[in-house]
Each structure stands twice: as C-alpha cells, then as structure tokens.
C-alpha cells in the first residue's frame, strides 16, 4: 500500500495531513494551486482535535478482554483496500481516497477528503435540511456504482453519510464493504439499520443496501437521533 496520493480525486482548496509530530492539520485558501508558496500553506493550517479524528483508547480494551487485538490492524488493512479499489472507480457520491500515511511500516490512517458537515448533524442541529429527491437519488447512484463493481457497503445508515457544498451525499466508512457472496469481518452492519437479527449478519449482499436505502429515505421524513 503507497502512501501516495491518488490522481483521480484532486483537492479543492482545502487539504491537510498529518505530520512528523502526529498531528493532523488543515487548511484552506482561495488561492490556485499552482501560484500556493509553501509559507501560505503553513499559516493556513490550523490543528485538527485528535477526538474528530481518532478511536478512543478504551476500544483497545476490549479487544484485548477478548484476545482479538490482531484485528484492529487487520480492519483498518481491509478497508484500506477497498478504499484503493474504489479510487480506481471513482464516483462523486463515495468518499474520494488519496491514499494512506505510513509510520514505520505500517498504515495508522487513511487520507480522505474533508468534508465539514455530517448528514445527522446537520439535521440534528437544524443548521440545514436536505432536497430529498435528489438526495436520494444521489446516494442510490452511489449504492449501484459499488453494486456494479460486485461490492456491498453493509453498514448504510445516516451517520455513514457527509454533505457536500451542494448539499449533496458523500458515503463514507467502508469498514464493512466486501465483495458480494463473501464472509463478512468483524465490522458488519449496524443495529437497527438492517434487515433481521445481527446474528444472521454474515455475508456481503446488496439487499443490505438496499433495505438501508429504503430506511434511510422514510427516516429523513422524520429523523430521530437517539441512536446516533
């Protein structure tokens, strides 16, 4: 896996990274990336919290109660490579990739595309609604492009899913994505967003998605946000 960034998905004006003191920085200017010198890039960069970015500790717990450290890596290894597979079928709906930073040999996080709004909380907080019709339709042409691929997401539910400035759907979390027919991980679905019990979750199906479509499309009627 290359920690290069990925051609099919240019930046716009904003971008950041993580650096040598493992802090994540981002910034924006309104200025061509041709004419940016690199002083105006670093007074731009405002620090990121490390809670907006990164699991919290506690997790680590628990899988070591269970004896199944070994897949935290492995997680984050399987969704690194859908999210490459993705960036060579891009689709302006799914998350755009640019590839993954590396520390001392190993993949500790992927580099995605910001995007400043979250769909629950921009409902939650009443900061915005959203267009339902071509909402939907945006995020069913996001569903079907990774269904043409023979890939399901299995984990759609709201809080998987970004505004863009147009308002528009940006899927997210591919923690879960398999290739339909195969045994799901660890991550598989989220309670209350799928069809029959968790313990009959097991294998990748694009009905999962769609059953979540139709959820998703009767729940923007009416959100509710307990579970969020």
């Known amino acids: 896996m290359s920690p290069s960034l990925s051609p099919p998905c240019p930046f716009g004006t ?12 981002f910034g924006s200017l309104d200025i061509p ?4 010198k690199l002083e105006q890039i670093a007074l731009a960069l405002t620090p990121v919290p490390d809670e907006h970015l990164f699991p919290d500790i506690t997790l680590y ?13 492995k997680d984050l290894l399987e969704e690194a490579k859908v999210m ?19 520390r001392r040999g190993r993949i500790i996080s992927l580099v995605l595309d910001r995007h400043s709004q979250e769909l629950v909380e921009l409902l939650r907080n009443k900061v915005g609604t959203v267009d339902k019709g071509p909402f939907m339709r945006a995020l069913e042409s996001a569903i079907r492009h ?3 691929l023979n890939w399901a997401h299995n984990d759609l539910h709201p809080g998987n899913i970004l505004i863009d400035q147009a308002g528009m759907p940006v ?28 313990k009959d ?21 009416s959100p509710t946000f307990d579970n969020f």
């Open 14 to 25: 904003g971008g950041g990274g993580i650096f040598r003191d493992d802090n994540a920085y």
């Open 33 to 36: 990336r041709r004419d940016l």
């Open 61 to 73: 717990d628990v899988f070591q109660k269970h004896n199944v450290l070994n897949l935290i890596p």
């Open 84 to 102: 490459q597979m993705l960036s060579q079928h891009s689709h302006p709906h799914i998350i755009c990739y640019h590839g993954c930073y590396v």
């Open 146 to 148: 990774l269904h043409s």
């Open 171 to 198: 899927l997210i979390d591919f923690g879960s994505a398999r290739e339909i027919g195969t045994k799901l991980g660890t991550s598989r679905g989220t309670k209350g967003w799928i069809e029959g019990e968790m």
């Open 201 to 221: 979750y097991h294998t990748s199906d694009s009905g999962h998605d769609l059953f979540a479509l139709e959820m998703i499309r009767l729940w923007l009627d």
